[in-house]
């Protein structure tokens, strides 16, 4: 379009031009348009789903902290089969997973609850809540008196922040067993691998029983 001579022909020139590019210009100006609009309101869509299962979740912790009556005991249930169902692409769903299976174990179904610990390893990348997990199918297992399988669950952990309590529940299950002697060496070790200023009662209640048997 340069070096055009009148402006009929520059005009002239436009409309040619405009024929052969116009209609996909408008189109990818169109599309750019509504892509911009279609990521803000994906964008408002993640923030208000996100915001819904935050607020399921506090509920359900509320109703969590006295599971001693039924009506808790429901709302738990209730909330965390929503959270698994219409949020499992959220962190919450995972939380659901285990507090769901706190309630099981207090309806002493110990099958449910371990199901329900291994979808929240299964529903998490985070090591921190797969340990968790893990430690609590251990604690089910010797409710269920499977104590070599407890072992077996233990020994999944890998993580020290984990290292007391894991080798705590490894001198309960070993006690259980009747190794009195291995039982009192995991106390020991779990003393040690607690902090200076950490305090665990129970635990040296264990060490001195045995120590005094």
């Not at 104590?147 to 233990?154: C, E, I, P, Y």
């Not at 922040?161 to 995991?186: I, N």
Request: glycine share 4%; hydrophobic share 40%.
């Amino acid at each position: 379009m340069t070096e055009l001579k009148t402006e009929e022909e520059q005009i002239e020139a436009f409309k040619t031009w405009w024929k052969k590019n116009g209609t996909s210009l408008v189109l990818a100006v169109s599309l750019g348009v509504a892509g911009y609009f279609g990521f803000q309101a994906w964008q408002q869509n993640q923030e208000n789903h996100l915001a819904e299962a935050s607020s399921l979740f506090e509920s359900m912790s509320q109703a969590a902290t006295d599971l001693s009556q039924d009506e808790n005991l429901k709302t738990v249930s209730f909330i965390a089969d929503q959270l698994v169902n219409d949020f499992d692409d959220t962190g919450y769903a995972t939380f659901a997973h285990l507090l769901q299976a706190k309630v099981d174990v207090i309806g002493e179904d110990y099958d449910a609850a371990i199901a329900r610990l291994n979808e929240a390893k299964e529903s998490t990348d985070d090591v921190t809540l797969k340990a968790i997990s893990d430690l609590r199918i251990s604690k089910v297992l010797v409710h269920q008196g499977e104590l070599d399988k407890a072992l077996t669950q233990l020994a999944n952990i890998s993580l020290t922040e984990f290292d007391s309590l894991k080798l705590e529940l490894k001198g309960d299950v070993l006690l259980a067993q009747g190794k009195e002697k291995e039982a009192r060496d995991a106390y020991q070790a779990a003393r040690t691998a607690m902090s200076s200023q950490a305090q665990n009662p129970l635990l040296d209640i264990k060490l001195e029983d045995l120590v005094e048997s």
